[in-house]
Nanobody
Framework: VQLQASGGGLVQAGDSLRLSCAAS????????MGWFRQAPGKEREFVAF????????LYADSVKCRFTISRDNAKNTVYLQMNSLKPEDTAIYYC????????????????WGQGTQVTVSS
């Protein structure tokens, strides 16, 4: 599976952004998908997870109630809607695919996109 993330940009605190991650390959619907982010000098951290069907969704506490993960298997795409953005959300955002049933661990994701920069100014 090859992943291509897009939709990042420079926004002000309180604004919204929607990230997209387009996947190639016919097996996209069999993978669970996750979003991670990495700020300068910090480790890559879990943001959100969605299972293959879209029924199970998990979020990091720091983004719960502000971010929403979704997927469209017909379009081979997973999304991350980010509302009420804060300066601390500034990071490179990565999408990733896992064949695990449910996981928050970056070590259990097998395929990664190239990342898209999100910068939130105060």
């Amino acid at each position: 599976v090859q992943l291509q993330a897009s939709g990042g940009g420079l926004v002000q605190a309180g604004d919204s952004l929607r990230l997209s991650c387009a996947a190639s390959g016919r097996t996209f619907s069999s993978y669970a998908m996750g979003w991670f982010r990495q700020a300068p000098g910090k480790e890559r951290e879990f943001v959100a997870f969605i299972n293959w069907s879209g029924i199970t969704r998990l979020y990091a506490d720091s983004v719960k109630c502000r971010f929403t993960i979704s997927r469209d298997n017909a379009k081979n795409t997973v999304y991350l809607q980010m509302n009420s953005l804060k300066p601390e959300d500034t990071a490179i955002y990565y999408c990733a695919a896992s064949d695990r049933m449910i996981t928050r661990s970056r070590y259990e994701y097998d395929y990664w996109g190239q990342g898209t920069q999100v910068t939130v100014s105060s």
